[in-house]
């Protein structure tokens, strides 16, 4: 494309967009963002938007299409979640003064892990960076732009470094080359985030992080970690085009700190959002949260992630929400004051880039009016953590008085629309005002005075483009005039006169207006430095309404559920009595949820072999315990009658699986990699619920990998790990007596002639009856299937079972074998071994109909 040939304001815009490549370009002009070429194509189909052309100098028109300035955030809201950047080109010239083409600049990258602007954001979620830089370890950096919060760590190895990814679930994820050669297809298969990828260099001038962070800050980073936060300072200059003074702390921290969950783990217990939908409703930072703030609903979700493995700090946190639990009214009060403050954290985000709104600080204002209440209600509490927080908390008197007699109650969205500042509070602004409001009443006073001092009756003040405001008197009146008239024209019947104080008046009648919206942004911009020069005390009243809000939203549902305070302890122990799974027994509504116990130490209850029906509640069960275990070392109170919980390293689950196509694996191949996985990692203080193993292959190749997988995890000399271990291999009840540590259990389940009932409780010995045909009943399938899977059966149990001979030369009949009782057969077999509790109810219902056509065809 030949740049000569293009119109002055075109080769502006091409020279903007070749220094954003991989940006979509919204372009100022006038009251639209303008995009052109094959911006302009991906933008008009990506928003649905409709593709024009512009004449820029070429022989064809440029393809283009724009959105309104006014509403652009909705549309890089949607690019944004689809993948793509935007860059922001406004105008950074005053028009009037601009000798030519009107300057224009980038202001801002917007990508999806930079996001500040709170239509963008969900409120009561971190919206996460992550910068991974590789060079022998992996060094991470996560930070919230939104609220500033930065952490810090590193991992040894992929499977840490997954795993502390999974933890922030981050938007977006820059790395350097060997870190994306590392991570890069395992992270496009298991995290919906964004991969961007930057050379070396952009992480090697670590110089930039001691001048921003300061020297101490530094001397807490390792070299990897030093390299993340050097690439991070890098892309947010890039991105935001302003000052970074908002981000000033890094919170460091090493990932044996808190209780490792792997992706897949954190997947299949649900924890913050489901496995159907990724939705909050049905997991367990659903059921749980009931945080009244934006910012106590962020801390409660990242105490959820990163449970505690200090049982001093566990206990700190439990003895907190102890304390709300048994005092009713304090809780009730600190919820009922904590529900009127608003997202302080990232209002305070937009005071210090500058973007904050009049609406914006009314909101911090209202907010700061709650403190003291909140403080008082603190005054009298006795555990560490609450009367901290009463310590800590400043009720930012000084900020709240002056918003207060500043601010308008209910302020517009902009300075520009006016009706800002409350009457009050500056006397200059009033008297603008005033003239601007009434500009005749002003006039005609003056009218009324210069008759007075004049004694002309019919003197009268008017107004004209030439002489803008000027007194006219009458021929026969002229005389009388006093000396300081200035004459400006003269009529066949009149005099037209100006005077000095006129002249005054006039100019603050015309200039008012524009004085007025000068004043109230210079008085805005005033208030808006206060709250930044305050910045540091408010970060600490939110860390403290964050850390309140959290606690209260577990007292809370404690009280609500009839949840216990956990005792924790490190002598490798979890007992449980009459525990119950916090998701399920909210959701299951019609009928009563059957509490069951829980014994795992790391001597004679170290693996528990479960066997049953299914449906049954088996992956249920185990799931309970893995979530109890979970919520005790976040500082939660529990939902059983008294648990005793033993400090857990890692919680890994093997539940359920489905052909991952993506990845190139096939059912088999996955669970024997998660197998791998956790036999890598696991160790003695680790929690395993594996739910089914070797159910993709053979039935003796199963069996074999499940027994010698048992006989691993229990091997004190191997692993040690609890284990929880749902089967229907009933084979391996035989290990309890062989190997050391494993104990039979089983669910309980009560059978009427030809129907069964599942009484959901786990009862101590094994069982060798899966009710596999009952349950198929149970689902629908035709009664003629059910009752030939029966007398097959049967035929199976006789021969001690080897397969019956089938005789395909004579036509299939009821007493013998031919394609269509094997068919039966193998529909039989297939409902046997299917485990109802690991599908989703799409799944369910797919995998029904699946078996449902297979039996009409044997009709």
Known sequence: MAKEALSPMMTSYLQTKEEYPDCILFYRLGDFYEMFFDDAVTASRELELTLTGKSCGLAERAPMCGVPHHSAEVYIEKLVAKGYKVAVCEQVEDPKEAKGLVKRAVVRVITAGTLVDENMLDERANNYLSVCFYDDVFGFVFCDISTGEIFSTEAKDEADAISELARYMPREVIMNDGAMARLGESLRGRLSCDLGQKDKSYFLDTQIVKEHFGVESVAMLSEAMLSAVTGLLNYLEDTQKNKLEFINHINVYTINEYMEIDPQSRRSLEICETMRDKSKRGSLLGALDMTKTSMGARRFRQWLEKPLMNPIEINRRLFGVDELYKNAMLREEIAHALDGIYDISRILTRVLLGSVSPRDMASLRESLKRLPEIKYLLSDTKTDILSGLYARLDIMEDIC???????????????????????????????????????????????????????????????????????????????????????????????????????????????????????????????????????????????????????????????????????????????????????????????????????????????????????????????????????????????????????????????????????????????????????????????????????????????????????????????????????????????????????????????????????????????????????????????????????????????????????????????????????????????????????????AMNKLYELSQKAKELM
């Open 401 to 843: 008085t002056l918003l207060t007699s500043a601010l308008e109650e209910n302020p517009s969205i902009s300075v520009k629309d006016g009706e800002v500042i409350k009457k009050g509070f500056s006397d200059e602004l009033d008297e603008l005002r005033d003239i601007c409001e009434n500009t005749d009443k002003h006039i005609r006073s003056r009218e009324e005075y210069e008759r007075e001092r004049t004694g002309i009756k019919t003197l009268k003040i008017s107004y004209n483009k030439v002489f803008g405001y000027y007194i006219e008197v009458t021929k026969l009146n002229s005389e009388s005039v006093p000396e300081d008239y200035i004459r400006k024209q003269t009529l066949v019947n009149s005099e037209r006169y100006i005077t000095p104080q006129l002249k005054e008046l006039e100019e603050k009648i015309l200039s008012a207006s524009e004085q007025q919206f000068s004043l109230e942004t210079e008085i805005f911009a005033m208030l808006r430095r206060e709250a930044a020069n305050a910045s540091e005390r408010l970060k600490v009243v939110c860390e403290v309404i964050s850390d309140l809000d959290a606690l209260c939203s577990m007292a809370m549902v404690a009280a609500k559920n009839s949840y216990v305070m956990p005792e924790i302890c490190q002598s490798g122990e979890i007992v449980i009595k009459d525990g119950r799974h916090p998701v399920v027994e909210r959701i299951q509504r019609q009928s009563v949820f059957v509490p069951n116990d829980t014994t795992l130490d790391n001597n004679d209850n170290r693996l528990l072999i479960i066997t049953g029906p299914n449906m049954a509640g088996k992956s249920t069960y185990m799931r309970q315990t893995a979530l109890i275990t979970l919520m005790a070392q976040v500082g939660s109170f529990v939902p059983a009658s008294y648990a005793k919980i033993s400090i857990t390293d890692r919680i890994f689950t093997r539940v359920g699986a489905s052909d991952d196509i993506a990845q190139g694996q096939s059912t088999f191949m996955l669970e024997m990699s998660e197998v791998s996985h956790i036999l890598a990692n696991a160790t003695k203080n680790s929690l395993i619920i594996l739910d089914e193993i070797g159910r993709g292959t053979s039935t003796f190749d199963g069996l074999s990998i499940a027994w010698a997988v048992s006989e691993y995890v229990a091997n004190k000399r191997k692993i040690g790990a609890k284990t929880l271990f749902a089967t229907h291999y009933h084979e391996l009840c035989a290990l309890e007596g062989m190997v050391d540590g494993v104990k039979n259990y089983s669910i309980a389940v009560k059978k009427r002639g030809d129907d069964i009932t599942f009484l959901r409780k786990i009862v101590r010995g094994g069982t060798d009856d899966s009710f596999g045909i009952e349950v198929a009943a149970l689902a629908g399938v035709p009664n003629e299937v059910v009752k030939r899977a029966k007398e097959i059966l049967k035929n199976i149990e006789k021969g001690e079972g080897e397969r019956p001979e089938v005789n395909i030369s004579q036509p299939a009949e009821e007493s013998q074998f031919g394609f269509g009782e094997m068919a039966a057969l193998e529909i039989a077999r297939e409902l046997a071994n299917l485990d109802a509790t690991v599908y989703t109810p799409i799944e």
